[in-house]
């Protein structure tokens, strides 16, 4: 069983403080910053397993609550914050920030896994640092949300749509015409837009699994070209 040096964090925001949980493995060949949805937060189960896959795998990861508690109970009464997603593309990229100054994480080669509306603030952060951010992965993600930043993201992009999340896959299949990155589609056939059914989640898990290590691995630049 891999080691892995687990422990929780806090990175300011301006006036707020972003809880996070950082996990190292020994060896860590790499890290994926975690951008929960709308209602999510750093203890979301699936991005939990999925972390606890990547860890497996050698990769860091943080899982990051883009908004502070308060600002969280808020939301969940008003719901805010969640569609604001420049404020969340903002905190993101003080994590990268953050990160960057941490001797233990600053030379890893960085993704970022975005699940539902923390996708579309995933792509905007990546638009925002390309010399940072080396990979992409969303599931079930509001890619579209976006905007005009997608024709702007270099890294490559996993784009991971539920079969039966038809809206979605109409939303991603947009957003993905105008991305100028390497990317691709994926669609789990089954799988609801949680993924709650057996063995999708799983599928999620291999597929963001398979693509952080290898972009994550690559030392050439970014890929500038359409897939």
């Known amino acids: 069983m891999t080691i892995i040096d687990t422990r929780d964090v806090s990175i300011r925001a301006g006036t707020v ?21 709308s209602g999510s937060s750093r203890f979301s189960p699936r ?8 860890n497996e795998a050698g990769l860091a990861t943080l899982l990051l609550d883009l908004l502070a508690a308060a600002e969280n109970e808020r939301d969940t009464l008003t719901a805010e914050y969640r569609f604001d997603i420049p404020l969340l593309a ?7 920030d953050w990160l960057a100054t941490r001797p233990d994480m600053r030379t890893l080669p960085t993704g970022l896994f975005g ?7 995933a792509l905007i952060a990546a638009a925002n640092c390309p010399a940072r951010v080396r990979a992409v ?14 024709e702007q993201v270099r ?10 999340d038809a809206p979605v896959i109409t939303l991603n299949k947009q957003a993905a015409r105008h991305l100028r990155c390497m990317h691709e589609l994926a669609i789990v056939p ?11 989640l799983e599928r999620v898990t291999r597929l963001a699994t398979d693509w952080f290590r ?9 890929a500038e070209s359409v897939s």
């Not at 890294?155 to 039966?164: C, Q």
């Open 214 to 222: 290898r972009h994550l691995a690559e030392g050439r630049p970014l």
């Open 17 to 37: 403080a972003l809880g996070g949980t950082l996990a190292i493995p020994a060896h860590a060949s790499g890290l994926v910053v975690f951008a929960h949805g």
């Open 137 to 150: 992965v969303s599931r079930g993600g509001r890619a579209d949300l976006a905007g005009a930043a997608l």
């Open 190 to 200: 089954g799988a609801s837009h949680l993924f709650e059914e057996p063995g999708t």
């Open 155 to 164: 890294a490559p992009t996993l784009l991971i749509v539920g079969g039966e």
């Open 47 to 54: 991005n939990r397993q999925v972390a606890h896959a990547l």
């Open 115 to 121: 699940a539902s509306t923390g996708a579309g603030a």
């Open 90 to 96: 903002r905190r993101l990229t003080l994590a990268l």
